[in-house]
């Protein structure tokens, strides 16, 4: 259905420019999208299914996010001004599941849907929530990683936050996963790069340091991940199973060439594409799941150059 690599082309220098909407016909329907960001290849992948669904549903969007992901008071700028413009409907990827709730309210008491996507909110004010299932697919991530080390040695975790719904979940879904089903490998310890690859390439750094004995790492966003990949490049770790998650460039490079076992990667042009989708929907009065599952797989050296794999890839 969606065409990745044709619709991610030249995206990088056009997502800043698409910030607040100019004047449109009076009949267009607007639907701004708020995004965690725009940084990451992530972001320009989930720009690219929703441009593709606004042009199959006829309607104007703009996808703006803040210019790092611990910039909550900015994106709650951002989330306001889009509500002064009385869209039609909002899409909206929480930095802070909590924070923007009060804003959240005044847009459903004006009538106009949210729609979630890739991060939620701790409300049920969004009519639904287009996203990766991120507690299964890290705890598969555990699975994984188990398989690596035969079920015993020591982990840590570079983790992107602790405030957003993916933050915790992907967080959350890893360290009960190996809690329950793994009692012989050791969590020693949980770290925060913000999502960005040169603090988590210091984060990463600090910990195998602290750690000499360590056994495997798993970043929880594509700046985690890089930035363990980073740290295992600069100090000559050896031995170290690697396991990340989201499928930028620099990933799966790193997976081709042996320094990350493998990944998970999620679906984010269809994130973007079910974003729109169900922002329309809503406005059109139409029921819609609490949750819109778009799915994700773990990928390899074994499966990256398969075609179910490819189609999520966005490198």
Do not use: C
């Not at 044709?6 to 990088?12: F, P």
């Not at 990827?93 to 459903?108: E, F, G, H, N």
């Not at 050296?301 to 999520?312: G, K, L, Y």
Request: hydrophobic share 45%; aromatic share 6%.
């Amino acid at each position: 259905m969606l065409s990745r690599r044709t619709l991610i082309g030249a995206l990088s220098a056009s997502i800043a420019l698409a910030s607040a909407p100019a004047a449109f016909a009076q009949n267009e329907i607007y639907i701004p999208l708020v995004s965690k960001g725009f940084q990451h290849q992530f972001w320009q992948a989930v720009k690219a299914g929703a441009d593709q669904a606004a042009e199959e549903f006829k309607v104007r969007i703009t996808f703006e996010g803040p210019d790092n992901e611990t910039m909550v008071d900015r994106q709650i700028d951002m989330l306001a001004a889009a509500l002064a413009n009385k869209p039609g409907a909002i899409g909206f990827a929480a930095l802070d599941s909590q924070a923007a709730i009060p804003l959240l309210r005044q847009a459903a008491d004006a009538g106009i849907p949210i729609v979630a996507f890739d991060s939620g909110v701790d409300s049920d004010i969004p009519v639904t929530t287009a996203t990766t299932d991120n507690v299964a697919a890290a705890a598969l991530a555990a699975d994984k990683m188990a398989e690596f080390l035969g079920g015993k040695g020591k982990v840590a975790v570079v983790a992107h936050d602790q405030t957003s719904r993916t933050g915790i979940d992907r967080r959350d879904g890893f360290l009960n996963q190996m809690k329950s089903s793994y009692p012989n490998i050791e969590v020693v310890s949980v770290q925060y790069g913000a999502g960005d690859q040169l603090q988590s390439t210091e984060v990463a750094k600090a910990i195998l340091t602290a750690n000499p004995d360590l056994a495997g790492m798993f970043g929880t966003n594509e700046g985690s991940a890089i930035g363990i990949v980073n740290a295992v490049r600069e100090m000559g770790t050896e031995g170290l199973t690697v396991i990340g998650y989201d499928s930028g460039k620099a990933q799966t490079d790193a997976i081709r060439e042996g320094l990350m076992a493998g990944a998970i990667t999620q679906n984010p042009v269809g994130i973007g594409y079910e974003t729109v989708k169900a922002a329309v929907a809503a406005m059109n009065g139409d029921k819609l799941p609490t949750i819109i599952d778009t799915g994700f797989y773990y990928y390899d050296q074994s499966n990256i150059d398969n075609a179910e794999i490819q189609a999520v890839l966005y490198d």
